[in-house]
């Protein structure tokens, strides 16, 4: 530790975070963040506030993530870069939170205070910014969801803690933490365990007769969940309750019952991934549990009741490692509530305080020798940290990320389509053709694996294999909006306008904000000289896609088309600022032209 004493706590956090995720700042975006950030049009306008507060998701739950991807496609409009800084920006803070937390609970242990806080509370902080776990939460950029809420729970509970421990005039530390947890309230759901860990900490730091002089704040931080809660969260219980299809096995018909059975075996899994963290995968193929009598489910139980008696056993002496075990349980424990997803790598980030929390613990308090102790601490985070560099190394391109998930849940023909669209994204046809085939063997009725296989047709020009998928995607999904708008570049190449102009006009009406409709039907209205209603067509699309170069060209050569050169310049002009490869040679001509006119 003597080494790590020369450096102040932030500089050190500051280099070992931008060490193992400087190699991910330009990574590409990912999965999910197609549909939250690259074609979500509620995130355009940073000034339209209704807009982001209404959202592409059916609750305003994670109204403050969202707000924050509209500040970042304010400055850097769909530079990948500004996006990722800011969540490595936000851990490296979540970092200096779980120093700043452990430092208070040590401080309030007083068999470690004094004595080893420091350094618990430092090496609680390197565990955490550097485990592996949590690079699906840092690194993929739709997950700033987590990182940002546990900003703000860790937030709260510090400022809690600080109110907690002075003597007087401290109300502002518990306005501090209300405001912290609302705002983390919308930002993530994770954020509603809060006034539970608060009366953890009151269990395993505080004696409980002091708790007296302290109801009030804790009861004006509960008012304000009971009534947030509600009202924000809409939670329908036969909603929430009712039977789902799993997305993490498909096939499977989730009860209440059977996911909870899972969620056993679940927590299970995440203890073994905070300890041993190999074999990360984006989309985990997770079969359901049926049964209690199950022997998977048994073993899993006997696991965590042992471990959640051990923390009860070594609370009094232990307050420390106690607590990081109760913290892993309590955070987890929203995850009993259903969804389709029974396990993601990313709901650990906030759990995996209580781990870093613990291990630093046990390992000051197990290891007796100074010199044991430093090399046992510099190993274990120089061996998570090189874990950390490889995994982020899968996540440098849509390729790798795929082709590694695909590797680990062979089973599941989702993504294999999502890897071939990997492939088509890198203009590797023949490999994506292969991997679709794959997805449909698994599956025959995939409606998007058709889809992107028409997408490959239209590509290699063989429009009447393009249409015959497309013809079946929509058999099998008639609300596939993405094959309506394939099917209708399909009929205009073949100058069947009507049928695309139908085809278009189907697109919009199940996706109203679709502005690559929008551009392609407008091309349609150019071609047919219906100029106003191109004109409107692109403008909507560029009013949904405003980083899109391809509607300012359509525009501009609707606007020469109607003889105004001076707008078409403009719009000509924009298009070639941000890349359009034909905007250079359009400008041109009109110059050109004017010259000629003039």
Not at 99 to 119: H, I, P, S
Not at 371 to 385: D, E, H, M, P
Request: charged share 15%.
């Amino acid at each position: 530790m003597n080494i790590l004493k020369k450096f102040s706590p932030s500089l050190l956090f500051i280099v070992v975070v931008f060490l193992i995720y400087s190699h991910i700042l330009h990574s590409p975006f990912q999965f999910d963040d197609v549909w939250f950030i690259v074609d979500n049009y509620t995130i355009r306008d940073i000034k339209n506030l209704p807009l982001i507060w209404e959202g592409v998701l059916a609750y305003p739950t994670r109204f403050i993530t969202f707000f924050t991807f509209a500040l970042n496609y304010h400055f850097h409009q769909l530079d990948v870069f500004g996006y990722h800084l800011t969540n490595v920006l936000i851990h490296l803070l979540n970092g200096g939170l779980v120093y700043w937390l452990v430092q208070q609970l040590c401080a309030a242990t007083v068999t470690l205070k004094n004595k080893k806080e420091e350094g618990v509370a430092l090496v609680s902080a390197l565990i955490f910014l550097v485990h592996p776990v949590q690079t699906q939460a840092v690194t993929f950029i739709t997950q700033r969801f987590a990182c940002l809420a546990a900003l703000f729970y860790l937030l709260s509970l510090c400022f809690y803690i600080k109110g907690r421990s002075l003597s007087s005039k401290n109300i502002h530390y518990f306005v501090g933490a209300g405001l912290a947890a609302f705002l983390g309230m919308l930002s993530k759901e994770m954020t509603l365990t809060l006034p539970l860990m608060i009366l953890l900490i009151e269990y395993c730091f505080f004696k409980p007769q002091k708790f007296k002089r302290f109801k009030s704040q804790y009861l004006f931080l509960l008012i304000g969940f009971g009534l947030i809660v509600p009202y924000f969260y809409s939670f329908k219980l036969s909603a929430v309750f009712a039977p789902k299809l799993s997305l993490s096995h498909l096939g499977d018909q989730l009860t209440p019952y059977t996911y909870a059975l899972t969620q056993v075996r679940v927590l299970v899994t995440y203890l073994r991934l905070l300890f041993w963290p190999v074999n990360q995968n984006l989309d985990y193929d997770y079969p359901m549990s049926t049964t209690w009598a199950d022997v998977q489910v048994i073993g899993s139980m006997l696991i965590l009741i042992t471990l959640l008696l051990a923390g009860f056993k070594i609370k009094e002496k232990e307050p420390l490692i106690s607590f990081g075990i109760f913290w892993f349980f309590l955070t987890l424990s929203i995850n009993f509530l259903p969804r389709q997803n029974v396990i993601a790598e990313h709901n650990l980030y906030l759990p995996s305080v209580g781990f870093a929390l613990a291990v630093s613990a046990g390992v000051f308090t197990w290891t007796t020798k100074k010199q044991n102790l430093q090399i046992v601490l510099t190993g274990l985070i120089l061996l998570l940290g090189m874990t950390t560099i490889k995994r982020n190394f899968i996540w440098q391109t849509e390729v790798k990320l795929w082709e590694d998930t695909v590797k680990k849940s062979p089973g599941k023909y989702t993504v294999y389509q999502n890897l071939a669209q990997a492939y088509i994204n890198a203009d590797e046809l023949d490999r994506a053709q292969i991997t679709l085939a794959k997805a449909l063997q698994i599956n025959p009725n995939f409606e998007l694996a058709y889809n992107d296989r028409g997408n490959i047709f239209l590509k290699l020009g063989l429009l009447k294999e393009a249409i015959g998928d497309f013809d079946k995607a929509i058999a099998i999904d008639p609300h596939l909006h993405q094959a309506y708008n394939n099917r209708a570049i399909c009929y205009q190449r073949q100058k069947m306008y009507d049928h695309a102009l139908q085809d278009y006009n189907q697109a919009i009406q199940i996706v109203p904000h679709y502005a690559q409709a929008y551009n392609n039907r407008g091309s349609l209205y150019l071609l047919r000289k219906e100029f106003l209603k191109a004109k409107s067509d692109f403008e909507k699309s560029i009013e949904l896609t405003p980083h899109d170069s391809k509607p300012y060209l359509n525009l501009a050569v609707t606007y020469q088309y109607q003889q105004n050169s001076e707008a078409a310049l403009h719009f000509a002009q924009r298009a070639a600022q941000m890349g359009h490869p034909k905007a250079a040679h359009f400008i041109e001509r009109i110059k050109q032209e004017n010259q000629y006119k003039n």
